[in-house]
């Protein structure tokens, strides 16, 4: 059972992932997550339970296909999604909710909660406190502490549980909750049980390992959104154990403490990284990440192109070790959108003063471009732009379409931001069908708000979902050397390939300055030999891993061998680590 704590997550990014995983994984998942606040309305609610306009208290409402009717989630909850494989036939549906509310039961009494206080109430589903209670002598009676509510199709399940820990429950009166009226919902802050919530995430995580009788592969993101608002404190940390791969330490248990630094460092220290561990920055590379400079005719003649038609490549503004190989090859990566980030990720030198207004010709120049330079594979990625409305995806449909118009035998993949999770937004770059839709999620769930703090894990993704659904080749890539495990590494890529992605990349980071994160070590040839292999063995369709890899580094070559729906072209998987 794969294990995931992704921290506070969009509802419909959640959702998004759960249909994927559950549609192109068969290994085992539990999700566990906070949603901001919203409603959602299972197949059987009434609307007229729900009681007042959502929007107008800043909450969410979205019509889903589990089983139920209205229900609150928000911030102080604890969502568990089991994604599992539960065989056919009609008992099973009712089987595994039994089971989901057995695993709920069992971490509450845990957690210290009565058992003869916490269970079932006949008629009623979800789990219940006040069954103890004499209603005759004063007791309140019988007053719900989670909800459930599943979905089972062809034999998988998805949905799943809620346990409030520190929600505030006056939003439940703006719906008849679950929808049943005259029965309360309470709270384990409620009840007078103070626990943190990853002490209810431990017990949940306990519980669904006996019920279901399968280790847990764990994984956590940690300082996340939830940190922030203070339900999920920091991490203390202890050395990494014998024989695990990279120095860093390793979050094993949470708690508080002082972490002092830069907020790069405090984020490192967070994700159990010690900062001043790292490799010094001028210290020397190993011979494998040495790249001789060539700038051949080939190289001039593209660099005068690219400046002829004033045009951007990640190539320079990432400092990428491959240019001198990719240009002489005529390849380059067009970045468009401008060349000043919105995001400050801990790892990248891209421009992040304040953006300029987008060029309305910059996508023709583009296709001018690649027209001139005969491209059968032409390669488009952006800086992100959080100043504008679509998150830059207009940007992007508008450069397919001139690319296509100019050139209409040319493969286009697009490496993507994540739009900020907007649908509207993602649909847009979906709906123009680029050949190839990359998005890279970068590095490990633990490391991920140290390394980009205004991206997410979970919503990384959900971009690929939602690519995936949409039926488009997917792409994603991984940096490495930033204090990551190989395990974590490993356990990523089972995520990306969960979710559908038929492509991965994989390199070294090499750190651009001195304001940047850390290398933490340098990965070896055979050690990305090994996470090659790990990747083949999951069912990537291509697989690019070497300490020079990176995200457009033989990306046609990649996607030829990546037919339609994430298969090879001659139904094979293929490797490369060059």
């Known amino acids: 059972m794969r294990i995931r704590w992704l921290g506070r997550v969009p509802y419909r990014e959640a959702w998004a992932l759960q249909r ?264 020397r590379k190993p011979e494998w990440l040495r790249v001789k400079t060539s700038m051949g005719n080939d190289y001039l003649g593209l660099k005068h192109d690219l400046r002829d038609l004033d045009l951007i490549t990640v190539c320079e503004e990432a400092g990428c070790p491959n240019i001198y190989e990719c240009w002489s090859d005529g390849t380059a990566t067009f970045m468009i959108n401008g060349s000043r980030c919105t995001r400050a990720c801990g790892f990248c030198q891209v421009d992040t003063r304040h953006p300029l207004p987008l060029d309305p010709d910059e996508p023709l120049r583009v296709a001018e471009a690649v027209e001139r330079m005969g491209l059968a594979h032409a390669v488009i990625t952006c800086v992100a732009r959080d100043d504008l409305p679509d998150g830059g995806a207009g940007g992007f449909a508008d450069t397919i379409a001139a690319v296509r118009a100019r050139s209409p035998h040319a493969n286009v993949e697009v490496l993507i931001s994540d739009c900020k999770g907007d649908s509207a937004s993602l649909d847009l770059i979906f709906d123009a069908r680029p050949d190839v839709l990359n998005h890279n999620i970068e590095t490990v769930a633990r490391l991920q708000r140290a390394v980009r703090p205004s991206a997410g894990y979970a919503r990384s993704l959900g971009v690929l979902a939602r690519a995936n659904e949409a039926g488009l080749t997917t792409k994603s890539g991984l940096i490495l050397g930033m204090g990551e495990r190989e395990d974590e590494v490993v356990a990523t890529l089972a995520d990306l390939r969960g979710v559908g992605v038929d492509i991965v990349t994989i390199g070294q980071y090499l750190r651009p300055s001195s304001h940047h994160l850390p290398v933490a070590r340098w990965w070896t040839p055979d050690e990305f030999e090994s996470v090659r292999r790990a990747g083949v063995a999951l069912g990537f369709s291509h697989v690019q891993a070497s300490p020079l890899t990176r995200s457009s580094y033989h990306a046609r070559e990649a996607a030829e061998v990546s037919g339609p729906a994430g298969t090879a072209s001659d139904g094979t998987a293929s490797a490369a680590a060059s």
């Not at 309305?41 to 019509?63: C, E, I, K, Q, Y």
């Not at 969502?79 to 099973?92: A, K």
């Not at 679950?178 to 309360?184: F, K, M, N, S």
């Not at 309470?186 to 390992?209: C, H, N, W």
């Open 20 to 283: 994927s995983l559950s549609r192109c994984s068969t290994d085992d998942y539990l999700l566990l997550l906070e949603h901001p606040s919203v409603y959602t309305l299972g197949t059987n609610a009434d609307p007229a339970n729900v009681l007042d306009d959502p929007a107008s208290f800043g909450a969410d409402l979205v019509r889903v296909d589990r089983g139920g009717d209205v229900t609150f989630h928000g911030p102080g909850q604890l969502i568990g999604y089991p994604l599992l494989t539960l065989g056919s036939g009609p008992h099973r549906g009712p089987e595994h909710v039994h089971r989901v509310e057995q695993v709920v039961i069992d971490a509450l009494v845990a957690l210290g909660v009565d058992p003869s206080d916490v269970g079932r109430l006949d008629g009623y589903p979800g789990v219940w406190m006040g069954l103890g209670d004499d209603v005759a002598a004063g007791g309140l009676g019988p007053r719900k502490i989670a909800a459930i509510g599943v979905r089972t199709s062809r034999g998988r399940s998805t949905h799943g549980f809620a346990i409030n820990v520190r929600t505030d429950l006056s939003m439940f009166d703006h719906i008849v909750p679950c929808g049943i009226a005259d029965r309360p919902v309470t709270s384990l802050l409620a009840e007078g049980v103070e626990v943190s919530m990853d002490a209810v995430i431990d017990a949940v995580i306990d519980a669904a390992q006996a019920a279901w009788g399968r280790a847990g592969e764990i994984q956590r993101v940690t300082d996340g959104a939830s940190a922030a608002a203070g339900s999920a404190p920091e991490p203390t940390v202890e050395p990494a154990p014998p024989g695990a791969i990279g120095p860093s330490p390793v979050p094993v248990a949470l708690g508080s403490r002082a972490v002092t630094g830069s907020s790069l460092e405090r984020r490192l220290r967070r994700a159990g990284v010690d900062p001043a561990a790292g490799l010094r920055l001028a210290e």
